[in-house]
């Protein structure tokens, strides 16, 4: 048996930061809002390191309570992990989150503000005009005048909608655990090793409080799989000096996609944030700080459009326009991603040691960009 919901203006697909910071702008501007997420327990399965750069830190208010120590250091290592490129910065740079904290205090914000949260309820398309659902017990049916997609890289909405999806993805994985205070500066050490992350990197950032040992590259690229790559990297991983591993650690892993920003991202019936619009920085996989930026566009372009009453203002929702100020970053993630022996990668390492590298990684790791800032959208003539 069926059962429907009363309608509301915007249904949000996924209950990561970009549907929550979606679902809770709309309400906030007084529209109705049902948010769906297909975990029952948003404290549940974390799919993400949780890496917070300065810039979010910065324009986003972010619990205190719910973020690691300051990372100040980034380290670079060759497959020898001889001579690492050790780069400091004066500015905090890096928190890592506590994400399921911060999702649970991103739903107890959104529902203050209104919004209807469904857990444990999976979207499965549209059917007669409403969007069906299949929660606990059973098909749910919402109508709803717009529908967000903030359901990941393998967005079921964005296929719904005929929007573009992510085509080029990593697949990463790592172990996280509480390691023993200690006299350490915390740091973000990462390896270029194709033999353990083809394409992209593996990782040890240690805050001083957890460590977050992972690997990331193209699936197919790994001899012996992803999860045998983390381990044999966990084994002689750097930067982990003084600490003992615990038998029992979390285990996260997910898609992570790198194509860029997708072009296609809004139709007159919906729209695409976060993950689901490939919002992840093509060279170092950042997510969270396009997700909050975008999902701040989102909902101005939404509440536009429900004022008005017109789909217009969701064609300057446009992935297309975005993507342009993404080329040098896509550049260097075609480049990152051909590194495909340990002799290429221990010279690329060697050519940060030089003044130039070393002041291009500055720009690219330190520097003051982020997500491009969208064209605003125009006040309402009253």
Request: hydrophobic residues 40%; proline residues 8%.
């Amino acid at each position: 048996m069926t059962a429907r919901i009363p309608s509301a203006d915007v249904l949000v697909v996924g209950a990561g930061l970009a549907g929550l910071h979606t679902a809770t702008g709309l309400a906030q501007r007084g529209h109705d809002v049902v948010l769906a997420e297909r975990r029952p327990d948003l404290g549940g399965t974390v799919r993400t390191t949780g890496i917070f750069v300065r810039r979010t830190l910065e324009d986003f208010h972010l619990p205190p309570a719910l973020l690691g120590p300051a990372v100040r250091r980034m380290v670079l290592y060759p497959p020898s992990h001889r001579r690492p490129v050790v780069l400091d910065s004066p500015r905090d740079e890096y928190r890592v989150g506590d994400m399921r904290g911060l999702y649970r205090d991103g739903a107890e914000q959104a529902a203050a503000a209104g919004v209807r949260i469904l857990l444990g309820t999976r979207y499965l398309g549209r059917a007669d005009g409403r969007h069906v659902l299949e929660g606990p017990d059973g098909t749910v049916e919402v109508g709803a005048r717009y529908v967000v997609g903030a359901d990941g890289a393998r967005s079921g909405v964005a296929r719904e909608l005929g929007l573009d999806r992510n085509r080029e993805l990593l697949v990463g994985a790592e172990h996280v655990f509480a390691v023993p205070r200690r006299d350490v500066v915390p740091a973000f050490h990462c390896v270029v090793d194709p033999r353990l992350a083809p394409g992209y990197l593996a990782w040890v950032l240690d805050d001083g409080e957890h460590a977050h040992v992972g690997v990331a590259g193209y699936a197919r690229r790994f001899p012996h799989g992803m999860h045998h790559a983390l381990r044999q990297f966990a084994a002689t991983a750097p930067g982990l000096r003084g600490t003992t591993r615990p038998e029992h650690v979390e285990h996260r892993a997910g898609p992570i996609p790198v194509g860029g920003l997708l072009r296609r991202i809004a139709s007159p019936d919906g729209l695409l944030v976060g993950d689901a619009a490939g919002a992840v920085s093509p060279l170092t996989a950042g997510g969270l700080d396009p997700c909050l930026r975008q999902s701040a566009h989102a909902v101005d372009v939404l509440d536009q459009a429900l004022r008005t009453g017109r789909p217009d203002p969701l064609r300057r929702y446009d992935g297309a326009a975005l993507r342009t100020q993404f080329r040098g970053r896509i550049a260097m993630r075609r480049g990152l991603g051909l590194v495909r022996t340990p002799a290429v990668a221990e010279a690329g390492v060697a050519a940060l040691r030089t003044p130039p590298g070393r002041a291009a990684a500055r720009r690219i790791l330190f520097g003051d960009g982020s997500f491009p800032d969208p064209v605003p959208v125009p006040a309402l003539v009253r």
